[in-house]
């Protein structure tokens, strides 16, 4: 089975540019979270998606950054303009929406650099 | 607000000794826990969960172990081994939503 796909794996830009990532969920998981991941502050919830509506935004940081789910097989996690302190590891992860208890399955992250 | 909390960053153990990771959380609302490994460069991996009608749920060598009324749980690792060594996340839902990861703890065992 595949996994949750990200992409790019690695992406460096300079300060200022629009930077998108990308998911795929697994084939019938109709739930997904972009996460950040940090020294400072661990991994952070930033959205999440239920039947590609979002459920909860609040731990999106700024208006820089915006999230769709525009079909139940691709996202878009979307900063602009980017900052050198959006520096982070994101990841995306799904999960079977309805089921109780079931764990999430992330994808190998998108390990972002902004210069 | 941290609603789950790993307050060791670190822990180095021998190999065949016993690891205990902890974590602690402070939303009583809680009602099911989880423990995810983190390799470098690669996404977190799920471990083993627990409900909180449990208080102890067991996987092989990994065993986690929940005190509702201390609001901890803990993860036992036993015998450790070296390919056992990654990042270690501690995570809690309710009612089937999203999921607060700690900080995590990085487990390092030694030859």
């Known amino acids: 089975d595949a996994g949750v796909i990200q992409s790019p794996r690695h992406e460096v830009t300079e300060m200022g540019q629009e930077v998108t990532l990308r998911c795929k969920p697994i084939?019938?998981?109709?739930?997904l979270f972009w996460y950040r991941q940090t020294m400072m502050r661990g991994l952070e919830l930033l959205i999440y998606f239920n039947n590609n509506v979002p459920i909860d935004d609040s731990g999106m940081p700024e208006d820089r950054f915006s999230a769709k789910m525009p079909n139940a097989s691709f996202s878009t996690l979307k900063i602009q303009p980017s900052e050198p302190r959006d520096s982070a590891v994101y990841f995306c992860?799904?999960?079977?929406?309805?089921?109780?208890?079931?764990?999430?399955?992330f994808g190998d992250g998108t390990r972002l650099s902004i210069l | 607000d941290q609603q789950v909390k790993q307050n060791s960053p670190s822990l180095s153990v021998q190999e065949g000794r016993i690891s205990i990771l902890n974590c602690d959380y402070t939303?009583?609302?809680?009602?099911?826990f989880l423990w995810y490994k983190k390799y470098p460069a690669e996404g977190p991996t799920f471990l083993i969960s627990i409900s909180s009608i449990k208080d102890k749920n067991e996987d092989g060598r990994f065993t986690v172990f929940l005190n509702k009324s201390a609001k901890h749980l803990s993860l036992h690792i036993v015998p450790s081994q070296p390919g056992d060594s990654a990042v270690y996340f501690c995570a809690a839902s309710y009612n089937n939503n999203d999921m607060r990861f700690g900080a995590g703890t990085r487990l390092t065992v030694k030859p």
């Open positions: 939303n009583s609302m809680f009602d099911y």
């Open positions: 992860a799904s999960r079977p929406v309805g089921y109780s208890n079931q764990p999430q399955h």
């Open positions: 084939s019938g998981h109709n739930s």
